[in-house]
């Protein structure tokens, strides 16, 4: 549909010039770093969240060393981002089931599997296989899935799960060429642009956008 390809070369685009630049875009992540990304990037400004990234992948560089790791140390660390004990909990937990179902350097072979992890769902399941082994998958969250509700004029309900009509032409959207920068660049736009107040005179897809259109301007 044109529609559809006029979305994702615009998101494309826009993520060429005003992509945010995090090291885990810039280098080749392993399953176990990316999942770690995405762990702390719930609810926390990603700006703030990197620095402390990088030190607590320094620190623990497989799943094994967080299982064996004090849960005070790992609040610590994650704590200076605002994220809290049920957090450390949940991450500590997760290592865990992994661990113990995996093998110490092992992962769940598909997202299915990743998702069914404590604390882990289908977003984060999503984004690791997409940006971590290459797998061509839609990621919606609460930010990206406002801009394709926004634009296709869908109703986004607050429970992603149940959105089926959302979900669909989320998948239906994803290029089978430079998924990675599509989805680098719908996170970008609904963190940058298409805000819960969003930016409609700066943003790229303003053009051909439902929600736009409708404010008749
Ligand atoms: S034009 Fe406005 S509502 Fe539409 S996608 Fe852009 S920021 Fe969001």
Redesign the pocket.
């Known amino acids: 549909m044109k529609l559809d390809q006029h979305f994702r070369d615009k998101v494309r685009s826009f993520y060429k010039t005003n992509g945010r630049l995090f090291f885990w875009r810039e280098r080749k992540m392993s399953p176990y770093q990316m999942l770690i990304v995405e762990m702390f990037l719930q609810k926390t400004r990603a700006e703030n969240a990197e620095p402390v990234i990088k030190d607590f992948l320094k620190k623990y560089k497989l799943f094994k060393l967080i299982t064996h790791a004090k849960e005070r140390e790992i609040f610590r660390i994650i704590s200076k981002i605002g994220l809290g004990k049920r957090r450390t909990k949940a991450l500590i937990n997760a290592s865990k089931e992994i661990t113990e179902k995996y093998g110490g350097e092992g992962f769940p072979p598909n997202e299915k599997k990743l998702s069914e992890f404590n604390n882990v769902g289908q977003y984060i399941s999503n984004a690791v296989f997409c940006f971590a082994l290459d797998k061509r998958l839609p990621i919606l969250d609460v930010n990206t899935s ?2 394709v509700s ?2 296709f004029n869908i109703k986004n309900d607050k429970d992603l799960r149940h959105n089926k009509r959302l979900l669909k032409k989320a998948e239906e959207l994803v290029p089978r060429k430079n998924f990675k920068e599509y989805n680098w660049g719908l996170l970008d ?1 609904g963190a940058l ?2 805000k819960t107040k ?3 005179e700066s ?1 790229p ?2 053009g051909k ?1 439902s ?2 259109n409708s404010l008749g301007r």
Request: aromatic content about 18%; overall charge positive; glycine content about 0%.
């Open positions: 406002r801009v926004r634009f736009l642009v298409c969003p930016k409609c943003c897809l303003k956008c929600f736009y």
